[in-house]
């Protein structure tokens, strides 16, 4: 892992994601045709929406993707919030082209967020926490807004999965020095943060593996190099289109695949408890 990477990633990716048109294109990427975006939207909502009730911030909202449909759950009431202004825009037309009326928008930074203590019955974060390197930092901040009793819902990328390819080939990595802060994800052992949750007086519910295909670095091996790779997720994207086949696959992940081990997928899920 890269351990030189600059102190400001949060602050560079906030700007890159306030842009003028980038709401636009996190909203295309993000609601894609894609059977591997298809099957992981379906199998998180299903996830967000199972442990998140009441009173609910959803801390980077983005355009909604879990806001809206938790305001449309009777009874819940949430609080998006974004640092890009554009973001917050888009995510308020689409809820109100919805009907949703249920949510309170903020801008704002998750690292400092403008809230009270024990405040919130739920927090999530999906697809947030994982892209900075001060994610303890950040999980504070959810930590301390949250109710004693409260579930905080995050996903991470599983550096137990890292960890096991390397084994192989020593070539996986953070992606930060690829592309520089727009891709720096933070690859983070399970059991590491299921103990630093711990020290925080969050209790880990729940532990949830899934989103096979994004990011596999066994899929990487086999296939033995890029050009490879691409040609197998084409192949697999193609298969996808199949009818019925994500919502099949998304089942699988929900009931079947979900307690397989976080060596086996870049991505996990946790559901964690306020004590």
């Known amino acids: 892992m890269n351990t030189n990477?600059?102190?400001?990633?949060k602050e560079q990716k906030g700007e890159f994601?306030?842009?003028?048109g980038a709401a636009e294109v996190y909203e295309s990427g993000v609601s894609s045709d894609s059977g591997f975006i298809k099957i992981k939207n379906l199998v998180e909502r299903t996830w967000v929406l199972q442990h998140a009730?009441?009173?609910?911030l959803d801390a980077g909202t983005g355009t909604g993707r879990f806001a809206i449909p938790l305001a449309k759950v009777p009874g819940n009431f949430v609080v998006a919030l974004d640092y890009s202004h554009e973001m917050i825009d888009l995510n308020r037309k689409l809820a109100v082209a919805q009907g949703v009326v249920d949510i309170e928008y903020f801008q704002g930074d998750i690292e400092h967020l403008p809230f009270d203590a024990n405040r919130f019955d739920s927090v999530v974060s999906i697809t947030v926490v994982r892209h900075f390197p001060q994610w303890q930092a950040i999980l504070k901040e959810y930590i301390r807004v949250l109710k004693p009793g409260g579930k905080l819902i995050f996903e991470m990328c599983s550096g137990d999965h890292i960890q096991a390819a390397n084994k192989f080939v020593a070539r996986f990595g953070t992606k930060y020095s690829k592309d520089g802060f727009l891709s720096y994800e933070a690859e983070v052992p399970y059991e590491e943060i299921h103990q630093w949750l711990e020290a925080q007086g969050i209790e880990v519910v729940a532990r949830h593996t899934y989103d096979f295909f994004n990011s596999n670095c066994f899929l990487k091996l086999v296939t033995i190099n890029s050009l490879g790779y691409r040609i197998v997720l084409k192949l697999i994207k193609t298969f996808l289109l199949l009818p019925g086949l994500p919502r099949f696959w998304a089942w699988l992940e929900l009931n079947v695949f979900r307690g397989l081990s976080t060596v086996w997928s870049y991505n996990y899920m946790i559901v964690g408890k306020k004590l």
Do not use: A, L
């Not at 009730?53 to 609910?56: A, D, L, S, V």
């Open 5 to 9: 990477q600059p102190n400001n990633i």
């Open 17 to 20: 994601w306030s842009k003028p």
């Open 53 to 56: 009730k009441g009173e609910i």
